[in-house]
Structures are given as structure tokens and as C-alpha cells.
């Protein structure tokens, strides 16, 4: 029987031997590409004396076939309890219910940071002519902006309402079959998560951190996301960052942390990749941003991603695609997402020389060709393999 990861109150996670966390299969997809990573990680894991104990918690369409609730408590509960968890692709009731299970998720637990690495794997099929340079890490703020879902429907009463109330407030003319939103960005939201971003910065070795907005058109709020991030490196980061303007671009042995308005930045991740390593911006430029650069490595299906708030210790790891249901039971999609997914887990709470192994046997694996159909159509003289072929292959190359 496992033990749940605690955190201490200096932040440190402490990591029982065998750490209970809980998964959630996922939809469609889900039950091929969940059983194909935990072959993976399980096996990872064990070389280097550790195991997990596994529990499975229910969320998305498994858990309203079975329970009638899209989301249960005693799922939120468990996520609450242990800390850490992975989850596969989700569905979102249409017609009403969640906006989306993964947004409430993340703003249940608070997990304000979405963490996006972004690297090309050797051999992976893209559509650039350099995806080497692509290495990036993206902080995606995750409980603000238009994801808040503060918004109301055009011609309703409550939209009625708003715009009498913005039109007597601050004299906005709005027209009368608007939908109408509301964008909120706070100092605090920000700073937390630019401060996670430079963090990670320092932790890793990383160079530079950009800010990603568009401040110049939406003054206080991406603007002020520019300006809160600049004020956080000289109060609080001066010994190990500066800004370009208190630099001139020349930081020395420091990061060097610097912005970028979001429509630029979307077209120099493509043409000047090397230039970019950490990233820090909001809910849905860091949306735009990270589907934009996966493309760039081989697409969302090799795209990691996990969902943390680094000072009560929650994360959630989980697969960054949809649910794929046409393809369901078919053992046939890639289970890379959700695998990568486990590696961040992996070096979450630590376990760095078992996320390290899968990496390199994951490299080894495409190197060798062996794919499944998705790379498999794009390359030559690839082998393709199922889904669970895949995982078998990689725990193969250990």
C-alpha cells in the first residue's frame, strides 16, 4: 500500500517510497493510450527502485456512465489529498454542465500554472526545416483571462444589464447583439506565475524568459501583465535576472528577461526559435502559443503538459490533445502526450533519472523508426506499430 506525497511548509515535496496517485484513464483514446504509458512509466520507475500505486478516480464520460456526474467530489477529493495525479483526454458535456472539465479542474485546485515544454525529438516527422532550435518552456497562466468564463450572451437579459451598467458607469457604447466578456488580470495571478517562470529559469539552467502579450492594444490588462512581470525581476529577482532595459540586452551571468507583443512573438517562435526559451504569458496566448510551437515538433500528439500550483504542491499532469473517440479501442493512436505528460510527473516529485530513461528510450524508438501511424505515414521505411506496441518497444530500449 502507498503513502500520499506531503509538502512540507518550506515547499519541499516529500515523496514516500511508494506514492499513491491517481489517474483518471481519460475518453475515447483514454483506455489505448493511458494502459501504453503505464506499462512505460511503471517500468521506468522500478529500474531505479520505485514503484507507484496507482488509483484510478473518474472524470469526463466514464465517470457520468458510471456515477452520473461529470466530475465527482470524491475525484476533486483525491487530487486534493495526494497532491499529484495524471489524467488522459476528457470530454465536456455539450448543452451545458462544465465550459470545459479540464478548466474546472484547474481552477478547482487553483493550478494557476500550465507548463508546457516544447522540444523536438530526433527523427520526429515536422513540418519546418530546423525543429532542433526549437526548445522552449511555456508558462501559461491558468485561472484568468477570458478562460474565467465571465462573459454573458448577446441579446440576453443579462447582457442588457451590462451594458447599461458600462454604458452609466464609463459611457462604453456597446452594440445591443453583443456577447460580452469580461478579461480579468490580476498582479497577484501574474506575479505567481511569472515568478513560477523565472523559478524554473534558474532551476534549469535557462537563459532567457519572455514576456508574451499584447500590451500595446489591451493596455491594463496583458500591459500590465508586462509591466507587474518587470517590477517582480528587480524586486525580488535582481541576484539572478534583469530586465532588457536595465541591461541594454547585455545581462552578463544573468537571465535575461525581455518581451514580446503576442501576434511577433507567434511569428519568431517559427522564424528565430533559438532566441526563445522560457516563456511566461497568459490563459489564451499561452494557448495560442503552445498548440502553435508543437506543430513546429511533431504535433499535440507528442506535446506534454501539466497544471501546478507550486506553493500548495498540487499538480496534475495530463495529456494536451482531445479525446479522438473514432479511434477508441483501436490500440492504434500515440501514446506519447500522455507519456510525457508522466515524465514531467516523474521530475515533479523528483524521480529525475527514471523521467531521464524514458526520454532516451523514447528517442531511441523513433530513432529506430519504429512509430506508430501517425509518424509511420510521414516517414520512410518506418515500421508501424500499435499503440501498445509502442510503449513495448520503448520499455524494450531500456
Keep these: 500500500m502507498g503513502e500520499n506525497i506531503k509538502m512540507t511548509p518550506d515547499g519541499t515535496l516529500v515523496v514516500p517510497e511508494v506514492p499513491v496517485i491517481p489517474f483518471i484513464e481519460g475518453d475515447g483514446t483514454g483506455v489505448d493510450i493511458w494502459p501504453a504509458a503505464r506499462l512505460v512509466l511503471d517500468a521506468a520507475a522500478a529500474r531505479h527502485g520505485h514503484s507507484v500505486d496507482w488509483r484510478e478516480v473518474l472524470a469526463g464520460e466514464k465517470a457520468y456512465n458510471e456515477v452520473g456526474d461529470w466530475l465527482p467530489q470524491e475525484t476533486i477529493e483525491a487530487f486534493q489529498e495526494c497532491l499529484i495525479g495524471i489524467k488522459g483526454p476528457l470530454t465536456t458535456p455539450i448543452g451545458g454542465g462544465f465550459r470545459s472539465l479540464n478548466v474546472a479542474i484547474r481552477q478547482i485546485l487553483d493550478l494557476y500554472v500550465c507548463l508546457r515544454p516544447v522540444r523536438w525529438f530526433k527523427g520526429v516527422p515536422s513540418p519546418v526545416k530546423a525543429p532542433e532550435l526549437v526548445d522552449m518552456v511555456i508558462f501559461r497562466e491558468n485561472t484568468e483571462d477570458i478562460y ?24 462604453w457604447k456597446i452594440r445591443e447583439d453583443s456577447g460580452i466578456g469580461i478579461k480579468p488580470i490580476s498582479k497577484t495571478g501574474s506575479q505567481r506565475l511569472q515568478r513560477a517562470a523565472i523559478e524554473y529559469a534558474v ?20 500591459g500590465a501583465f508586462q509591466k507587474w512581470g518587470y517590477e517582480l525581476v528587480r524586486e525580488e529577482f535582481s541576484d539572478v535576472a534583469v530586465g532588457w532595459a536595465d541591461c541594454g540586452g547585455d545581462p552578463g551571468d544573468k537571465i535575461l528577461v525581455q518581451d514580446a507583443i503576442a501576434d511577433i512573438a507567434l511569428q519568431q517562435v517559427l522564424t528565430r526559435p533559438a532566441e526563445f526559451d522560457v516563456i511566461g504569458t497568459m490563459n489564451l496566448n499561452g494557448d495560442y502559443l503552445s498548440d502553435a510551437l508543437a506543430a513546429q515538433v511533431g504535433g499535440i500528439g507528442i506535446a506534454p503538459g501539466g497544471n501546478a500550483n507550486y506553493v500548495t504542491g498540487h499538480g496534475i499532469f495530463e495529456a494536451t490533445h482531445g479525446t479522438a473517440p473514432k479511434y477508441a479501442g483501436q490500440d492504434k493512436v500515440n501514446p506519447s502526450s500522455v507519456l510525457l505528460s508522466g515524465v514531467l510527473m516523474f521530475e515533479h516529485i523528483g524521480w529525475q533519472e527514471a523521467a531521464d530513461d524514458i526520454v532516451t528510450a523514447l528517442e531511441a524508438t523513433i530513432g529506430d523508426k519504429v512509430v506508430t501511424y501517425d509518424f509511420a505515414r510521414q516517414m520512410d521505411g518506418a515500421t508501424e506499430v500499435k499503440c501498445s506496441e509502442f510503449a513495448q518497444a520503448i520499455v524494450d530500449r531500456f
Design 148 to 171: 474565467a468564463g465571465l462573459e454573458v450572451e448577446a441579446m440576453s437579459p443579462e447582457a442588457l444589464k451590462l451594458r447599461g451598467l458600462l454604458e452609466d458607469a464609463f459611457g
Design 203 to 222: 532551476a534549469k539552467g535557462r537563459k532567457r524568459v519572455h514576456w508574451v502579450h499584447k500590451g500595446n492594444i489591451m493596455k491594463f490588462t496583458e
